[in-house]
Nanobody, 122 residues
Framework: QVQLVESGGGLVHSGGSLRLSCAASRRTFSGYAMGWFRQAPGKEREFVAAITWSGGFTYYGDFVKGRFTISRDNAKNTVYLQMNSLKPEDTAVYYC???????????????WGQGTQVTVYS
């Protein structure tokens, strides 16, 4: 059974920071590209960031503009999303995704977590 479990969401003031974590089963993590998406109420799911299996290549959604950083620790089967300078418009449910080849920004990926809520207040 493939499992992705997100954590680290919460309520934060505008300008603050949060670090999201996504713990994966070993079978999921080994050799998989990982990524983060988000979905705000009434909006479509949006690509946030992705990282290759080796961690050597990362890419981000246009709106990130240097505020977020994705990283992974393969020894811990965990991928992280460090979010700084948060804005109210970053409020959304954040989802972790895994894919055997590369994380597709259109959302067509192999596995998904259940999501963690991030709420940014002004």
């Amino acid at each position: 059974q493939v499992q992705l479990v997100e954590s680290g969401g919460g309520l934060v003031h505008s300008g603050g920071s949060l670090r999201l974590s996504c713990a994966a089963s070993r079978r999921t993590f080994s050799g998989y590209a990982m990524g983060w998406f988000r979905q705000a109420p009434g909006k479509e799911r949006e690509f946030v960031a992705a990282i290759t299996w080796s961690g050597g290549f990362t890419y981000y959604g246009d709106f990130v503009k240097g505020r977020f950083t994705i990283s992974r620790d393969n020894a811990k089967n965990t991928v992280y999303l460090q979010m700084n300078s948060l804005k109210p418009e970053d409020t959304a449910v954040y989802y972790c995704a895994a894919d055997r080849t590369r994380v597709e920004t259109n959302g067509e990926n192999d596995y998904w977590g259940q999501g963690t809520q991030v709420t940014v207040y002004s």
